[in-house]
């Protein structure tokens, strides 16, 4: 078995974070434990874009049940909790844009994180699904509500009680998948180096506006528009951009994150 649950590549622009518990990318313990320390470090250091991919032959086929073993009702809410604040709630908090490549196939626990990400890509033989149902549990990191908000809410629940697995082009028919790429390892990285060229702090306030929408609805993300979109005009990138676009005309601006 490798020696890694997770590895962390902040080096560049681009923060790469990769699945990485052979054989099968399990998320025991070790593995929340890894991505909670993971996200932490992004927290407090963001990158311009996240890429979140993995090795092997699967992303991940799912939780290690041992993880539910001997759980009580409150141990169970607190496990959850904690995979709350710990992954998704840090993915979907971080100021730039996140990718998540999916190559294989791709269960719970993984499906839940990549619902969680900004943009999903997946590679054709890429196979999805939230079976919860086979130790009788309901996906309980976010993806229900989440694939409701992305295919809708009939979907959803097609999805989460018959526990089939879903290929990615009928995910991508669905709004769940953005795009399915041949080397969607390749095709991701490249997405995700564009993505951080670009003006990160714009792309902090679209992921603040539409999480507005998200807990208020359109009234909501309309209020804090004046405030988030603002406040982008004391950035280094908007107003480099505009005189270059004044002096040079469109797609001539290049940005610095700040």
Known sequence: MSPHRTTLDTSGDVAVLTL?????????????????????????????????RAEGRAVSAGVDVHVFAGLSPTDAGALWQRLFDGIIAPIEALPCPVVFAAHALTLTAAFEVALACDIVLAGPRARFGLVETVVGLTPSMGGPQRL????????ARELVMTGDLYDAATLAQ?????????????????????LAAGPTRAHAATKEIVAAWRSGGVAHADAVVPT???SLFATEDLQGAVASFLAEGHGKATYSGR
């Open 20 to 52: 990485d518990h052979a054989p099968l990318n399990l998320f025991d313990q070790a593995m929340f434990d890894a991505l909670v320390a993971d996200l932490a470090a992004l927290t407090a250091a963001p990158p311009r874009a996240l890429l979140v």
């Open 148 to 155: 409701a908000e992305r295919a809708g809410s009939g979907r």
């Open 228 to 230: 988030v979109s603002g």
């Open 174 to 194: 669905w709004g769940v998948v953005n795009a399915v790429h041949d080397d969607v390892d390749t095709a991701a990285r490249a997405l995700a180096a564009r």
